[in-house]
T-cell receptor, first 115, second 114 residues
Framework: GAVVSQHPSWVICKSGTSVKIECRSLDFQATTMFWYRQFPKQSLMLMATSNEGSKATYEQGVEKDKFLINHASLTLSTLTVTSAHPEDSSFYICSASPTALYEQYFGPGTRLTVT | AQSVTQLDSQVPVFEEAPVELRCNYSSSVSVYLFWYVQYPNQGLQLLLK??????LVKGINGFEAEFNKSQTSFHLRKPSVHISDTAEYFC????????????FGQGTELSVKP
């Protein structure tokens, strides 16, 4: 149980275009979903926290207009990287938490490469 | 504010040897503690967690960790490692009053050699 999927697993896009990444909890309802980015050989940095039906809470330094997060249902959250640039290339990982907020289940990640 | 420090960025070890990955944290509030493992190009898998109760926590794949409140540490141990344990290991804390937010350490790369 507690499976989280991400789609796509990898994507290459051209500079200036937008990319949408989906995060789904497959066998549980996720009140809260989290989005992280991870640069090579580095740790995960929390970008934002999203609760179903409300606006996401962004961490300091994360541009909310660039990284649009939508959490429209208890099983789906999306991250849209708008007007992507090469410096946005990274590994994006989502996690989902059921009502017991001390536990997060992680997706497999999405590798974004902006050329 | 909370922070997590993993004291070793890389730990090379021979197969069947014991290993300890060190983690210290700082926090002004009570925290929950976690260890995750990440294999290349994959997401994170929970190894074990400490929420309350016994300070010695057993997890999957033969790993265990001990919570030491006085030393604010949560070191991960395994008595005998396998080649398949080669991966990146992350220690994380979740402050009890911040809605499940996780703060990660820098990671420790465990490399098991034959």
């Amino acid at each position: 149980g507690a499976v989280v999927s991400q789609h796509p697993s990898w994507v290459i896009c051209k500079s200036g275009t937008s990319v949408k990444i989906e995060c789904r909890s497959l066998d549980f309802q996720a009140t809260t979903m989290f989005w992280y980015r991870q640069f090579p050989k580095q740790s995960l940095m929390l970008m934002a926290t999203s609760n179903e039906g409300s606006k996401a809470t962004y961490e300091q330094g994360v541009e909310k207009d660039k990284f649009l997060i939508n959490h429209a249902s208890l099983t789906l959250s999306t991250l849209t990287v708008t007007s992507a640039h090469p410096e946005d290339s990274s590994f994006y990982i989502c996690s989902a938490s059921p009502t017991a907020l001390y536990e997060q289940y992680f997706g497999p990640g999405t590798r974004l490469t902006v050329t | 504010a909370q922070s997590v420090t993993q004291l070793d960025s890389q730990v090379p070890v021979f197969e069947e040897a014991p290993v300890e990955l060190r983690c210290n944290y700082s926090s002004s509030v009570s925290v929950y503690l976690f260890w995750y493992v990440q294999y290349p190009n994959q997401g994170l898998q929970l190894l074990l967690k400490y929420l309350s109760g016994s300070t010695l926590v057993k997890g999957i794949n033969g790993f265990e960790a001990e919570f030491n409140k006085s030393q604010t540490s949560f070191h991960l141990r395994k008595p005998s490692v396998h080649i398949s344990d080669t991966a990146e290991y992350f220690c994380a804390v979740s402050p009890g009053n911040q809605g499940g937010k996780l703060i990660f350490g820098q990671g420790t790369e465990l490399s098991v050699k034959p």
